[in-house]
């Protein structure tokens, strides 16, 4: 499946140098989907070569002309949605549905990103001299370094590569070795749309080969990496060499809350929505639920009534709502993290082990924990898997502090109706996203990223561009 691909250099695909490849795995099989091709040193110098001077046509192209071309990806994107979305079930292993949803999703930030091209306003400053003048504006920052995970390829590459290409920059992009089809398909779009040669690059392979190599060139002049903590750190490390400027968008451990003047009903359908999508492998993902004590119970019966209803198994499958975990390496972190609860004094209420039937893929059931403190391991660790831990509280103040009490700082979710409560929590709940009342989050037109170890800096809305600009201030004086 991948032999039309390769290596994408300079407007085309093509073997890597020494011509290795590296396995895909289907998660809900364990079946070889094929063989990627495998960048090496060779390929990744020539990439850069490529962004670099791919960057000399694309910084000088108006932007009326680029907000075309991006905004042409976005329509092909829509018209290839059931290409792109089979590669995400293949790959990812989420349902069919899911995956037209993430092509969607990343149509919509290239349409957002085609508009905001056009509107990359400077500033005139009225100057303290009468013979001069001030002016602010904005320049591409260079050619941009895109590490993309494997959860959602097609969303987060959109991402990276529409406000890039808005800024005026080009692009080498890494997808994950987990999923590198996906983000293929969307780079071949890129083309067919009528993005010019070396402006959109990708090089597949080793992860931390290729970003080492690529983050000691001088040609990278920022960093886009949505990932880990762990590996954000060390990103930002080797980005200080060479002072790149870098967006993070990292681990998040997004609590839930649910105040006791709700309908549970309804909050119910919004947590099994935000939980079980793409089996929980979400950096915003509901992960500490905290209910209102007197509403414990029927929180609990609602919700696992819901989640017993879920239809596991193949994406691919009509009416799969819950697809594998993406890896065995995820399935196994998923079953130790599940034991340690245990052993931590949690008590199992569903789920807890492989769903019978399955001989093979990555699955494992929705699992719903009882009796957790808040110094359980589950509360501090992200358990990116279906993985629900239960505790209440009693006073509103008494759980944002909770809630608090953690040093990632991507999304959280409250539930009242006490437009009070609502107003003060959205405030004072330490995250970059609050989502009250709903499940909605990561959409085209919102500035989305975290705080704390999270990360910094936005992706989508009118912020996200700024960090691909330059500032540049002239002061000129009318004659001399």
């Known amino acids: 499946m991948y032999s039309k691909f390769g290596q994408f250099i300079d407007g085309k695909w093509q073997e890597a140098e020494k011509k290795e490849t590296y396995d895909v795995i289907n998660p809900a099989t364990e079946e070889v989907i094929g063989k990627a091709s495998k960048a090496s040193s060779a390929d990744v110098q020539k990439a850069l070569k490529s962004a670099e001077k791919g960057l000399k046509v694309w910084s000088n192209t108006t932007p009326w002309q680029r907000s075309y071309v991006i905004r042409k990806i976005a329509d092909l994107m829509r018209e290839k949605k059931d290409v792109l979305s089979k590669w995400l079930t293949l790959e990812v292993g989420k349902p069919l549905a899911e995956g037209v949803g993430e092509v969607g999703g990343g149509a919509d930030i290239f349409e957002w990103n085609a508009e905001e091209t056009k509107r990359i306003y400077g500033q005139t400053v ?93 040609i990278i002049k920022k960093v886009s990496i949505t990932g880990s903590t762990r590996v954000g750190k060390l990103i930002l490390k080797k980005a200080a060499d060479k002072v790149q400027r870098v967006t993070m968008e990292l681990s998040g451990h997004s609590p839930f809350i649910v105040c006791d003047d709700v309908d549970m009903n309804k909050v119910a359908d919004i947590a099994i929505t935000a939980k079980f999508r793409n089996n929980g492998q979400v950096c915003i993902s509901p992960n500490r639920f905290y209910i209102q004590e007197n509403k414990k119970d029927e929180f609990l019966g609602a919700f696992m009534d819901r989640a017993k209803k879920l239809k596991i198994g193949n994406g691919m499958d009509e009416g799969t709502i819950l697809g594998p975990l993406t890896t065995a390496k995820r399935l196994e972190e998923i079953e130790k993290l599940v034991e340690t609860t245990k052993n931590e004094g949690a008590d ?54 909770r809630a608090n009490n953690n040093n990632l700082g991507l999304c959280s979710y409250l539930y009242t109706n006490n437009m009070d409560q609502a107003n003060r929590g959205s405030e004072m709940l330490e995250s970059g996203c609050v989502a009250v009342n709903t499940g909605a989050v990561a959409v085209a037109e919102a500035p989305f990223g975290g705080i704390k170890q999270t990360g910094y800096g936005r992706e989508g809305g009118s912020m996200a561009i700024k960090d691909y600009l330059n500032v540049k201030y002239t002061h000129m004086a009318l004659k001399v």
């Open 348 to 401: 199992i209420l569903m789920g807890g082990k492989r769903p019978s039937g399955f001989n093979k893929g990555y699955f494992y059931e929705p699992t719903v924990f009882d009796n957790v403190k808040d110094d359980f391991t589950i509360m501090r660790e992200e358990p990116f898997g279906p993985l629900v831990p239960v505790l209440t509280f009693k006073t509103f103040d008494e759980v944002i502090e």
């Open 126 to 218: 009225q100057s303290r001299f009468p013979d001069t003048r001030v002016h602010v504006y904005y320049q591409p920052v260079g050619v941009v370094a895109a590490l993309i995970p494997w959860n959602f390829p097609i969303i987060l590459a959109a991402r990276k590569i529409s406000t890039a290409l808005a800024a005026g920059c080009s692009v080498i992009c890494k997808p994950d070795v987990i999923t590198p089809g996906a983000v293929m398909e969307l780079v071949n779009i890129c083309k067919e749309a009528g993005v010019p040669d070396g402006v959109v690059n990708l090089l597949s392979g080793d992860p931390a080969e290729i970003s080492n190599e690529l983050l000691e060139s001088d």
